[in-house]
């Protein structure tokens, strides 16, 4: 997968790239391979590095409100999912469009608060939740979107920092980051986290414990 990986990024092909490193990634967990996901990490960053520069670099930000918002033939872009919409939607939908080759860089609002707050959200397998301040005018930008992105993968590591007790297994802390790198995955800060996670979890002992986190219970992910 990662042969496939480096032969896809030479050619410029940066989100097939992208979604080797993250197969081959789930791969090496599965066998506890620590040192390998550590290295898979660093391509998987710059491949992410690229879509998020090209979608951010098109200056096209796609409100999308309803069905009829969503582009016929959508392209790499950024696309910000609004109420009705909610994190999973626009988790399928990035799905669907990376199915087709296409890198579009998605983000969810959900509705102003009473504050005047922007709530965005990431869906993954936990769900991730930052307020911002809401573009200006209501006219949104690349700055903004980008800002809006950032915000939430650092709150995504700091959620999967804090995830972890104590005396919790290493290996743990790099599945609190595995469940939230589709709420952000291209997030430089996080893949690096992550990267470091694993580096902790090279030489750890096997534990014994069964890994229990907390029920999701939230109404506006699934």
Wanted: net charge negative.
């Amino acid at each position: 997968m990662m042969e496939d990986a480096s032969q896809t990024m030479a050619r410029g092909e940066y989100l097939s790239a992208a979604l080797s490193c993250k197969e081959a990634l789930l791969v090496a967990r599965q066998h506890n391979d620590f040192d390998r996901m550590k290295r898979i990490c660093l391509p998987m960053l710059e491949s992410q590095r690229y879509i998020r520069q090209e979608a951010l670099d098109s200056n096209i930000i796609y409100s999308i409100e309803s069905s009829k918002d969503i582009p016929e033939d959508p392209g790499p872009a950024c696309y910000l999912f609004a109420p009705n919409f909610v994190g999973a939607d626009a988790r399928r939908f990035r799905s669907a469009a990376n199915d087709a080759g296409i890198g579009a860089f998605v983000l969810t609002r959900e509705p102003i608060t009473s504050r005047g707050e922007c709530p965005i959200v990431g869906v993954a397998e936990r769900v991730v939740r930052i307020r911002v301040i809401p573009p200006k005018d209501n006219i949104l930008t690349a700055n903004w979107f980008s800002h809006a992105a950032e915000a939430l993968g650092d709150q995504a590591i700091n959620d999967a920092i804090n995830a972890s007790d104590p005396d919790d297994p290493k290996q743990w802390i790099v599945d609190d980051f595995l469940d939230r790198i589709d709420a952000c995955p291209e997030h430089e800060k996080f893949i690096k986290a992550l990267s470091d996670a694993c580096d902790d979890a090279i030489n750890a002992p096997p534990t014994p414990r069964k890994r229990r986190r907390g029920i999701i219970n939230d109404p506006y992910s699934f």
